[in-house]
């Protein structure tokens, strides 16, 4: 079946398939044209609406949404494509889905590029003046997938996944960046059995609000503080496509080195990137906790990504990783490798909420989110939306299951 704008439902990686009467799912691989390469955390939404998931990183979705969709279009979007836009009925006549969009260039001349003299410093001022034009300042509510997964000496030692509520009252005012501004419920959660970690890093934070912090746009603590004007490095470099809209690339240097993706019109950010890779001899990111151990963190990656809804930017995704080495303070003595992935992904607003969610509810910050109380209902999964995972990463975490089922440690553990 061929799509207009070379989109191509070719062979099959993963079937589509009816869930009942009520629901459909479609899965598949999501990759360039020319060459096959998977698009990693590409979209795949109902057209107009917060309905959607996001592919991992090998380009591989898995959607699932109420039959009363079949009448929409479904849009594949990344950065730096054409988006693409196919009834959803047409998806589903089809079982053998692979997904191939287009490469769009950056063509200075189809737009027209204002203030061409600002600096990149300069442009994220405008960004933050206009945020209020071009970010939701009344309370809405999103709810989203969460998961982590960490390993040690390359081995899997815990799985946690979540169905989430985040009550945000909207992104008219900043005020204190530090605590957690939106208010999030755990409605369901599936999780390994606890284990004791090596890497004390873990024990001391909620990662859960720690990547929900990530975001900022809301929270200006990083690099969109004024503050840190002098102490970072700002630079054009160059231009981008995303959501077939032009955007000025803004390099933020740090001890990381990120990237800031702003519309050359409105000025809004719909995505903020990074990926770090250590030198060894040459970067320093090293701290010692308890006068014992000491970490250095090896790579980390970041990427946070907003949609647009009715002209204005909403949560989509955000994914972070990082890998440590840890050493005997005193002798330099390799202890350990550790290893963490974490994610969401916005599964639907409700930009209308009735009441924020009461305080008893809501998860406790400064907990470590695999010790707070919350519930596992294994029917709720069944057509929940999921970040599919690659057969690798399913791998290791099957390796969980040496001595008990997955299945059996989430009832367990509930």
């Known amino acids: 079946m061929k799509i207009k704008y070379s989109l191509y439902i070719l062979t099959a990686f993963f079937p589509l398939f009816i869930l009942g009467q ?50 929409d279009t479904v849009v594949f979007s990344i950065a730096g494509y054409q988006s693409e836009k196919v009834l959803a009925q047409k998806l589903v006549a089809d079982k053998n ?48 997938f969460y998961r982590d997964y960490k390993l040690e000496n390359d081995k899997c030692v815990s799985i946690f996944e979540a169905a989430y509520s985040a009550y945000d009252k909207g992104y008219s005012k900043v005020g204190n960046k530090h605590a957690l501004k939106e208010k999030v419920v755990l409605d369901q959660v599936r999780k390994s059995l606890s284990v004791d970690y090596k890497a004390h890093t873990f024990k001391r934070m909620n990662v859960l609000k720690e990547l929900i912090k990530l975001n900022d746009v809301r929270y200006q603590t990083r690099l969109l503080n004024k503050k840190n004007r002098l102490k970072y490095t700002y630079s054009m470099a160059g231009y981008e496509v995303i959501n077939d809209r032009l955007m000025y690339k803004i390099k933020v240097k740090e001890d990381w080195s990120y990237f800031i993706y ?41 990427l946070l990504e907003f949609q647009m809804i009715d002209g204005l930017y909403y ?14 303070a005193t002798s330099n003595e ?22 924020k969610p009461e305080k008893s509810s809501r998860m406790d910050p400064y907990e470590m989110i695999e010790k707070q109380t919350f519930s596992y209902d294994p029917e709720f999964w069944k057509n929940y939306n999921t970040i599919k995972l690659h057969p690798r990463d399913e791998k290791l975490i099957r390796g969980l299951e040496k001595e008990m089922k997955l299945d059996d440690q989430f009832s367990k553990v509930n």
């Open 22 to 71: 009520d629901y459909t799912s479609i899965s598949g691989q999501i990759v360039d044209v020319e060459t096959k390469d998977p698009l990693s955390f590409a979209t795949v939404n109902i057209k107009n609406s917060p309905k959607g998931v996001v592919a991992n990183a090998q380009g591989e979705f898995e959607f699932t949404f109420p039959n009363k969709h079949l009448a």
């Open 315 to 328: 949560p989509k995704y955000c994914s972070f990783t990082t890998n440590l080495e840890a050493m005997d």
């Open 262 to 302: 702003v519309d050359v019109v409105t000025y809004a950010i719909p995505k903020i990137e990074m990926d770090f890779q250590w030198i060894k001899d040459v970067d320093v990111n090293e701290w010692v906790l308890g006068d014992t151990i000491k970490y250095n963190q090896t790579a980390a990656t970041m």
């Open 97 to 144: 889905l692979k997904i191939e969009l287009v490469a769009k260039a950056v063509v200075l001349s189809e737009v027209v590029v204002t203030n061409k003299e600002l600096t990149a410093w300069e442009i994220l001022e405008l960004s933050l003046k206009k945020i209020p034009e071009n970010y939701p300042t009344d309370p809405f509510e999103f709810k989203a």
């Open 334 to 355: 390799m202890l350990f490798t550790a290893y963490l992935l974490q994610e969401y992904m916005v599964t639907d607003i409700d930009f209308d909420p009735e009441v």
